[in-house]
């Protein structure tokens, strides 16, 4: 189907992406509330290769960072550092102590392509907070990210010229996982998770799935949760080019399509 038209934005054209390899302690990773069946690491590494086969197939170059049993949430690479346009980019600390050891991981990586500002002790942000639109960066207030995150990410954001928009959330665990911005003014949203009144100017979509709303756009094309196929069939009414990627197991580990990669343009 063809694209919309100006179908990439500039928050979507991705040159090269950082994914991270799915240890073995994945099993022991920070689960959905009420998850009831077992992870299965076989089939979150299948998985997890189909993921960086669809960031393939989007001309994404992928770099794997090798994992640690000692951090069995490193696929949700997201989390552990923010980056902004110019080169800049923001390594994160996590409110959560068992993920404290995985921005140290991914920083050699990252310096490779970035400036990278190394957020202070107190001051906690995950990178699945942040969402990227136009001129603005809107960073959900969490249980994950703090007000002193929220000025650090400020500060280095001017660096880029872009304004920092705070947005309280309820019943989600990180912004992105109740939004998702398209491209040409479109939001998509999980129901009852933001205030509509936060996206000025912007368009909402409702995703018919609970993890619908989490999508990743790039380079023209969305990667899209296989267990969301009426998202998929609307993004498709919408005009978007869609790619299906089985990402059950990390559903279970409270993750989506945004968290599995740190992508730079």
């Known amino acids: 189907m063809t694209a919309p038209a100006?179908?990439?934005?500039?928050?979507?054209?991705?040159?090269?992406?950082?994914v991270r390899d799915v240890p073995a302690s994945y099993v022991r990773c920070l689960k959905r509330p009420g998850l009831l069946d077992p992870?299965?690491?076989?089939?979150?590494?299948?998985?997890?290769?189909?993921?960086?086969?669809?960031?393939?197939?989007?001309?994404?170059?992928?770099?794997?960072?090798?994992?640690e049993d000692g951090v069995p949430d490193a696929p949700f690479i997201e989390d552990t550092a923010v980056i902004l346009p110019g080169r800049h980019a923001v390594l994160t600390r996590s409110a959560v102590s068992s993920r404290a050891?995985?921005?140290?991981?991914?920083?050699?990586?990252?310096?490779?392509?970035?400036?990278?500002?190394v957020m202070p002790a107190g001051a906690t942000l995950d990178g699945g907070?942040?969402?990227?639109?136009?001129?603005?960066?809107?960073?959900g207030i969490s249980e994950r990210t703090n007000n002193s995150g929220l000025a650090f990410l400020e500060r280095v954001a001017r660096l880029a010229e872009l304004t920092v928009r705070p947005v309280p959330i309820q019943g989600a665990l990180?912004?992105?996982?109740?939004?998702?911005?398209?491209?040409?003014?479109?939001?998509?949203?999980?129901?009852?998770?933001?205030?509509?009144?936060?996206?000025r100017d912007m368009r909402?979509?409702?995703?018919?799935?609970?993890?619908?709303?989490?999508?990743?756009?790039?380079?023209?094309?969305?990667?899209?949760?296989?267990e969301a196929p009426r998202t998929r069939e609307l993004l498709e009414d919408q005009g978007f080019e869609t790619l299906s990627v089985p990402l059950g197991e990390f559903l279970k580990g409270n993750g989506g399509p945004t968290c599995l990669s740190l992508r730079i343009s």
């Open 6 to 18: 100006d179908w990439p934005d500039t928050e979507h054209r991705v040159r090269t992406a950082l």
């Open 39 to 67: 992870l299965d690491v076989t089939v979150a590494r299948r998985q997890h290769l189909q993921y960086v086969e669809a960031l393939d197939d989007c001309g994404v170059s992928v770099t794997v960072v090798p994992s």
């Open 101 to 117: 050891a995985e921005a140290e991981g991914v920083r050699s990586f990252l310096e490779r392509h970035c400036a990278v500002e």
């Open 129 to 139: 907070d942040v969402l990227w639109v136009g001129g603005d960066l809107y960073v």
């Open 174 to 199: 990180h912004l992105k996982s109740c939004c998702t911005y398209l491209g040409r003014g479109l939001v998509l949203h999980a129901k009852g998770k933001v205030r509509s009144e936060i996206f």
């Open 204 to 226: 909402l979509v409702c995703a018919p799935e609970a993890d619908g709303a989490n999508v990743l756009p790039v380079n023209g094309k969305i990667i899209v949760p296989a």
